[in-house]
């Protein structure tokens, strides 16, 4: 893109004059600079598996799970790339395929998570097990705070643990109709834990069918705050909530094709669900809203035919991109006023990989990224942005992006 406008903007003209005229995004309050110049490979950890899920950071340690294969937990040292330590569960899968959680001295991951397995702490200095518990939900990632550890588990209860010892603190079941996949992973912030409830339509619309809720609970006591039915003109259940974003004011999230936002105190709606019609193949239809993330001022998701920013404060579309994205594969992550994305943009293929680095002030891409490896099809999965550079991951192994 140049700084005026590419030609995909320039078949959105509207839009063409948004870049012109506003500001989209605002940097975040997160202290992480974003990668500005056209990135060059520094480091590649390989650390003896094929595949990797998302990393954590922590006092210069990365954290990162192998969720196919023997699995298993990998502490990496982020200046050196060197494997400092590989943990393996005993008696059980070592597939790990969510983000740990760091807490004080320990690791807390969810293992095993397709098969029977544990939630299991090991010692950050070393990888040695410190206490293991329940069996996680496949969909779960561990979430901490306030020295408490939160997990569903297989049979759709989400459980507070003490994090230090694995002692359970409180359970809330989150299904009460018999079916139903339990797709759900916490959210915490500031004393509330937030997930997806399977329920009965309330009282008083007899007929409706059961439905998915976005709930909240007291992180000190597991006792329910709201719940919301997301409702949806489509669905007589309504739309299943997905991938919550927890703001200071708001708890944002996808359903269907809609994006929703609930005051995350009172769980009441901040504004009218923004429902989502594109021309894909040259038919008006709906398209599903996925991946989102916190951009400051803008709340950002993609479709399989554009990335779209909205306002945070009135849920309008403040900006739209063209493109051709696989919502499976969006890698999408921000850093300041940058959002990093995987798939076609500006004419570059959605697949194979190509992340991208697009200026979310004025609309311009600022560089696009690839790499060979022995699997000509294989795309980049999860990113983690760091000051002046990202870590994601490839084939085999986990890189480290940064400006030459």
Not at 129 to 151: H, K, M, N, Q
């Amino acid at each position: 893109m140049n700084p005026s406008c590419s030609a995909a903007l320039l078949a959105l003209p509207a839009l063409c004059a948004l870049f012109a005229q506003t500001t989209l995004a605002q940097p975040d309050a997160r202290p992480v600079q974003p990668l500005l110049a056209q990135p060059v490979e520094a480091l590649a950890v390989r650390p003896g598996v094929r595949d990797l899920g998302p990393a954590a950071l922590s006092n210069g340690m990365l954290y990162v799970g192998g969720p196919t294969g023997s699995g298993g937990l990998f502490a990496i040292d982020a200046a050196t790339g060197k494997l400092k330590w590989t943990f393996r569960p005993a008696q059980l899968n070592g597939s790990v395929s969510q983000r740990p959680a760091v807490e004080g001295p320990l690791v807390i991951a969810a293992y095993g998570a397709a098969n029977p397995g544990a939630v299991i702490a090991v010692a950050a200095a070393n990888g040695r097990e410190a206490w293991r518990a329940l069996d996680p939900s496949p969909y779960t990632a561990v979430v901490v705070e306030g020295g408490r550890a939160f997990v569903v588990t297989k049979d759709c209860t989400l459980h507070a643990l003490t994090a230090a010892t694995g002692q359970p603190q409180w359970k809330t079941p989150l299904r009460f109709v018999p079916g139903g996949a339990c797709t759900t992973s916490p959210v915490v912030r500031d004393g509330l834990v937030y997930a997806q409830v399977m329920a009965r339509a309330p009282e008083g619309t007899a007929g409706w069918p059961d439905a998915r809720y976005m709930a909240a609970f007291d992180a000190a006591t597991g006792q329910e705050r709201w719940r919301h039915r997301p409702l949806h003109p489509e669905y007589r259940q309504g739309a299943a909530p997905r991938h919550p974003v927890v703001t200071d004011a708001a708890v944002f999230f996808s359903g269907e094709n809609a994006l929703y936002a609930l005051d995350r105190r009172t769980g009441q709606p901040l504004f009218a669900p923004v429902f989502l019609r594109r021309v894909v193949d040259g038919r008006e239809r709906m398209v599903a809203l996925d991946g989102l993330v916190d951009a400051g001022d803008t709340v950002v998701g993609a479709t399989e035919v554009s990335l779209i920013g909205f306002d945070a404060r009135t849920g309008r579309i403040a900006w739209e991109l063209p493109g051709s994205f696989r919502i499976e594969h969006l890698a999408l992550a921000v850093a300041g006023p940058v959002l990093y994305v995987q798939g076609g943009l500006d004419g570059a293929p959605a697949f194979p990989g190509t992340l991208h680095a697009l200026d979310m002030r004025t609309g311009t891409r600022l560089w696009s990224f690839t790499r060979r490896g022995k699997d000509p099809d294989w795309r980049f999965g999860h990113v983690l942005p760091v000051d002046g550079g990202l870590w994601v991951d490839g084939h085999a192994a986990l890189l480290k992006l940064q400006a030459p």
